[in-house]
C-alpha cells in the first residue's frame, strides 16, 4: 500500500493571515451590499465586466458575506 507523504504543521501566522483576509473579504462582500445599488444591478453590472454567467456571480455574492461566520468559526 501507497504511503501518504506527511501534512506539514499549521503555521499560526499563516493561518491568522487568512484568517484577516477571510474577514476582509466578507466584510467587502457586506459594504457592497450596503452600497444602495440593488442586488439585480450588481450583478448585472459584474457581468458586464467579467463576462461570467449571472447565476454564478449570484451565488459568489451570497456565499461571500457569509464568508466569515463559515470559515472562521468552525
Known amino acids: 500500500m501507497k504511503k501518504l507523504p506527511q501534512q506539514a504543521k499549521p503555521n499560526p501566522e499563516e493561518f491568522a493571515r487568512i484568517a484577516e483576509s477571510i474577514g476582509r473579504i466578507s466584510d467587502t462582500g457586506k459594504a457592497l451590499r450596503a452600497s ?18 449571472m447565476k454564478d456571480i449570484a451565488s459568489v455574492l451570497n456565499a461571500v458575506e ?5 470559515c472562521l468559526t468552525r
Open 36 to 53: 444602495g445599488l440593488s442586488r439585480d444591478a450588481t450583478v448585472v453590472l459584474l457581468k458586464h465586466a467579467t463576462g461570467i454567467p
Open 66 to 70: 457569509d464568508l466569515r461566520s463559515w
